[in-house]
């Protein structure tokens, strides 16, 4: 069969977005590999550096740390937010919508600021210090109490879509049948969200097993891999060995990621054309109890990002608590001062801007394209692969890759364009499940009658796709942003004299012992993202009223 123009312009571009990801992912990759099995003088040394590594007991110790903080943060994110959303989905108490904003004020601010806010409430001059009866908040505790405030949003928006879809028959053949309630919670609520609570179950051990800024902050002594990585990098120049703790972080990450893979492929309907909405019904002890139990969860948020507003604002803690705004003043300590912030602010709006841009046009000729089915397959792994690689693995990979004189690319490094590339490589495989739910549910006959009046895919994309597809490019794009602007670990590498960042400048200002100077900076980014997520509702309304009055039809 005789290819068309649209035939040809679809492969062009597939071949732009595999060279993208061949070229941002795939290679620096290969690159780590290669230099973990490499001496210093770039001579070929087999598994060497590996036999050392796994020689090295504090080394390899730091591997039981990190799968212990990950799997008990994890169960203990999992289950507060799933108590959570089981009390915005299955109770009638009030002020839900309050509940579920104030849950997702984590994702806004950087994961450093958590254990910031823990060294002003538990440290040696914390406030509430008395509390830990003698123990130290610097080390396992600290860093598993941070990595739930900070994982906690993410568990539950998993969890909120996965209890939302019950059916309402299965609960009322319980009541039929006289189950209590306890036993209908394991027998119904229990299987009908199992898989939702396995996915946030890998994705909180995935975000904690690759997270840096935690342990960095309030670590103290008590090494993780990601802490590893830093230290023979920055602290010892020692790449090589950077290189094979990065691949031993790798694969637990990687595992995790292809166990939820498998899990997502075995999971089944649960909502069907004849199923039922489930409606709460009021019980006044229960919502009272749930409503109690999420005003907790909310108090603690609050604490957390009120004692670093508040601390941000003192003016010597805990000798001179009067208000003062010199923590603000940046430009007079190490950080990079207010570019640091306003570099920060410019490489999220060009991630955000080519990031949706790049993730949803390649979304689409994956999704829409009727031709070359194989390497749109093949794409769609690929795409599927930066989840899987850490931050910071991928920032070395980078310096490894990019920092080569004989890549052609090597004009990148040191600059802004390498930071939005890494990121938008980073935070690539959320916004591209994103884009591809959102058109499948764009039925294929829109191409059909496009293409039997002979329109050209692009009239069709520009006309038909983007305009129904408004809300989830937003999505993307805030995404994009926000993500940005709070990480570290993906930029913590790469970041030049003339392109620092804010959430680096938080861990340099918390490094030279400027620890208020560190909460004002994080307190910064966190009103620069609410700001824009607020700015964002707003603005959209109005934009979308336009764009989906076919919705009200």
Same mark, same amino acid.
């Given at each position: 069969?005789?290819?068309?123009?649209?035939?040809?312009?679809?492969?062009?571009?597939?071949?732009?977005?595999?060279?993208?990801?061949?070229?941002?992912?795939?290679?620096?990759?290969?690159?780590?590999?290669?230099?973990?099995?490499?001496?210093?003088?770039?001579?070929?040394?087999?598994?060497?550096?590996?036999?050392?590594?796994?020689?090295?007991?504090?080394?390899?110790?730091?591997?039981?740390?990190?799968?212990?903080?990950?799997?008990?943060?994890?169960?203990? #994110?999992?289950?507060?937010?799933?108590?959570?959303?089981?009390? %915005?989905?299955?109770?009638?108490?009030?002020?839900?919508?309050?509940?579920?904003? =104030?849950?997702?004020?984590?994702?806004?601010?950087?994961?450093?600021?958590?254990?910031?806010?823990?060294? &002003?409430?538990?440290?040696?001059?914390?406030?509430?210090?008395?509390?830990?009866?003698?123990?130290?908040?610097?080390?396992?505790?600290?860093?598993?109490?941070?990595?739930?405030?900070?994982?906690?949003?993410?568990?539950?928006?998993?969890?909120?879509?996965?209890?939302?879809?019950?059916?309402?028959?299965?609960?009322?053949?319980?009541?039929?049948?006289? #189950?209590s309630p306890i036993r209908t919670f394991f027998t119904v609520t229990i299987p009908s969200a199992k898989y939702g609570l396995m996915s946030a179950c890998f994705v909180v051990f995935t975000l904690?097993?690759?997270?840096?800024?935690?342990?960095?902050?309030?670590? @103290?002594?008590?090494?993780?891999?990601?802490?590893?990585?830093?230290?023979?990098?920055?602290?010892?120049?020692?790449?090589?060995?950077?290189?094979?703790?990065?691949?031993?972080?790798?694969?637990?990450?990687?595992?995790?990621?292809?166990?939820?893979?498998?899990?997502?492929?075995?999971?089944?309907?649960?909502?069907?054309?004849?199923?039922?909405? &489930?409606?709460?019904?009021?019980?006044?002890?229960?919502?009272?109890?749930?409503?109690?139990?999420?005003?907790?969860?909310?108090?603690?948020?609050?604490?957390?990002?009120?004692?670093?507003?508040?601390?941000? %604002?003192?003016?010597?803690?805990?000798?001179?608590?009067?208000?003062?705004?010199?923590?603000?003043?940046?430009?007079?300590?190490?950080?990079?001062?207010?570019?640091?912030? &306003?570099?920060?602010?410019k490489m999220a709006s060009y991630t955000a801007f080519f990031g949706t841009i790049i993730v949803f046009t390649s979304a689409y000729f994956i999704e829409k394209a009727r031709t070359i089915k194989?390497?749109?397959?093949?794409?769609?792994?690929?795409?599927?692969?930066?989840?899987?690689?850490? @931050?910071?693995?991928?920032?070395?990979?980078?310096?490894?890759?990019?920092?080569?004189?004989?890549?052609?690319?090597?004009?990148?490094?040191?600059?802004?364009?390498?930071?939005?590339?890494?990121?938008?490589?980073?935070? &690539?495989?959320?916004?591209?499940?994103?884009?591809?739910?959102?058109?499948?549910?764009?039925?294929?006959?829109?191409?059909?009658?496009?293409?039997? %009046?002979?329109?050209?895919?692009?009239? =069709?994309?520009?006309?038909?796709?983007?305009?129904?597809?408004?809300?989830?490019?937003?999505?993307?794009?805030?995404?994009?942003?926000?993500?940005?602007?709070?990480?570290?670990?993906?930029?913590?590498?790469?970041?030049?004299?003339?392109?620092?960042?804010?959430?680096?400048?938080?861990?340099?200002?918390?490094?030279?012992?400027?620890?208020?100077?560190?909460?004002? =900076?994080?307190?910064?980014?966190?009103?620069?993202?609410?700001?824009?997520?607020?700015?964002?509702?707003?603005?959209?309304?109005?934009?979308?009223?336009?764009?989906?009055?076919?919705?009200?039809?």
């Amino acid at each position: 069969m005789k290819k068309s123009r649209d035939d040809y312009l679809t492969i062009f571009f597939i071949a732009i977005a595999a060279t993208y990801i061949l070229a941002t992912l795939a290679l620096p990759m290969y690159a780590i590999l290669s230099k973990s099995i490499e001496n210093k003088e770039g001579l070929f040394i087999g598994l060497s550096n590996y036999k050392y590594y796994f020689s090295n007991p504090s080394l390899f110790y730091s591997i039981y740390n990190s799968l212990f903080v990950s799997i008990i943060t994890t169960i203990i #994110s999992v289950t507060l937010s799933f108590m959570f959303a089981y009390a %915005l989905t299955r109770s009638c108490m009030r002020a839900k919508p309050f509940f579920k904003t =104030m849950a997702m004020i984590p994702i806004l601010l950087p994961s450093l600021l958590a254990g910031i806010a823990l060294i &002003y409430l538990f440290g040696n001059q914390g406030v509430f210090k008395a509390l830990l009866m003698g123990r130290s908040i610097y080390g396992p505790i600290g860093i598993i109490i941070a990595e739930v405030f900070y994982t906690f949003p993410h568990a539950l928006l998993i969890i909120i879509t996965a209890l939302s879809i019950a059916d309402a028959r299965l609960y009322e053949a319980a009541t039929v049948l006289r #189950s209590s309630p306890i036993r209908t919670f394991f027998t119904v609520t229990i299987p009908s969200a199992k898989y939702g609570l396995m996915s946030a179950c890998f994705v909180v051990f995935t975000l904690v097993i690759t997270d840096f800024g935690i342990p960095k902050v309030i670590g @103290g002594q008590y090494n993780v891999l990601a802490i590893d990585v830093y230290k023979q990098v920055i602290g010892q120049q020692n790449f090589e060995m950077g290189a094979v703790v990065s691949v031993v972080l790798i694969i637990p990450a990687l595992l995790a990621f292809i166990v939820d893979r498998i899990v997502q492929k075995k999971q089944i309907s649960i909502l069907t054309a004849r199923s039922v909405v &489930y409606e709460p019904k009021k019980n006044k002890t229960f919502d009272l109890m749930m409503f109690l139990y999420c005003s907790l969860i909310t108090l603690f948020i609050l604490t957390m990002v009120g004692m670093c507003l508040y601390a941000s %604002l003192i003016k010597f803690w805990p000798y001179n608590l009067s208000f003062s705004l010199k923590n603000y003043h940046f430009d007079l300590m190490d950080g990079g001062g207010w570019d640091s912030y &306003y570099n920060s602010i410019k490489m999220a709006s060009y991630t955000a801007f080519f990031g949706t841009i790049i993730v949803f046009t390649s979304a689409y000729f994956i999704e829409k394209a009727r031709t070359i089915k194989t390497a749109r397959i093949m794409m769609h792994l690929l795409s599927m692969m930066p989840m899987a690689i850490p @931050g910071m693995v991928l920032g070395l990979a980078y310096i490894f890759f990019f920092n080569n004189p004989n890549n052609p690319f090597n004009f990148i490094y040191g600059t802004m364009a390498i930071l939005v590339i890494c990121t938008i490589t980073h935070f &690539y495989t959320v916004s591209h499940l994103t884009a591809i739910t959102a058109l499948k549910q764009i039925d294929y006959e829109f191409e059909s009658v496009s293409s039997s %009046l002979k329109q050209p895919f692009y009239k =069709m994309f520009f006309s038909v796709t983007v305009p129904i597809s408004l809300p989830v490019i937003f999505e993307i794009g805030i995404y994009f942003f926000v993500n940005a602007m709070t990480t570290v670990s993906a930029v913590v590498f790469i970041y030049g004299p003339k392109t620092t960042l804010a959430s680096v400048a938080v861990l340099n200002m918390d490094d030279a012992g400027d620890i208020a100077p560190a909460a004002a =900076m994080g307190m910064m980014i966190f009103y620069t993202n609410a700001f824009v997520r607020i700015s964002y509702v707003i603005i959209t309304k109005k934009v979308l009223v336009k764009f989906q009055q076919w919705r009200t039809k």
